[in-house]
């Protein structure tokens, strides 16, 4: 389908442009009444899912360190999560849980699921979010003892993810199969704290 819109470079394009493009090679007529404004629509509902970029995880952390003596397991459950996709720009949605030993500090409460947002809201696939969430936690309180991170019931509200076999983390196979991830120092949970760990959450978490 010829295009309507011919931008100099495809840099050049606004965002706006940029959709407007894509509603016509979709076989659409952007100027119609419904979707005259939904190239604007469209940029800021994007700048939203994906505002994670812009925001700095680990100063979010650091901001937010408590001095304590408690060095009990803190672990902070169900924590819903929404993100998008990286391999189809498709929203996929789960629960996420954090668990880790403190060792002289904590993290407040609020943080984590603030951490975990930012995350969320970039281009994802459930093992590497998982996996940078806990490497943050490590690396800004380096101190801890351990640190585990666990999400489970990835779904996709809709999609070619549940209807072929490509290679989405996200696809139909994994449903409601968790999906641990135990740090490097996963093994310095002490015997007590492992079988309290997978008490809750299953045998993933044994080192
Ligand atoms: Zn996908």
Known sequence: MKST???STLTSASYEELVREMLVRLGEDPD???LTRTPERVQKAYEFLTRGY??????LLRKALFTVTYDEMVIVKDVEMFSLCEHHMLPFFGKVHVA???NGKVIGLSKIPRLI???SRRLQIQERLTTQIAETIQKTIDFLQSVACENRQFKYLAGPC???NQSCPTQSNK???????VSKQGARFRTNRRDKCVKLYGA???P
């Open 5 to 7: 819109t011919q931008p």
């Open 32 to 34: 119609r009444e419904g």
């Open 54 to 59: 812009k925001e700095d995880p680990e100063a």
């Open 100 to 102: 880790y030993i403190p």
């Open 117 to 119: 947002e930012i995350f």
């Open 162 to 164: 549940m209807t072929t």
């Open 175 to 181: 449903l409601n199969r968790p999906e641990i991830f």
């Open 204 to 206: 993933g978490f044994a």
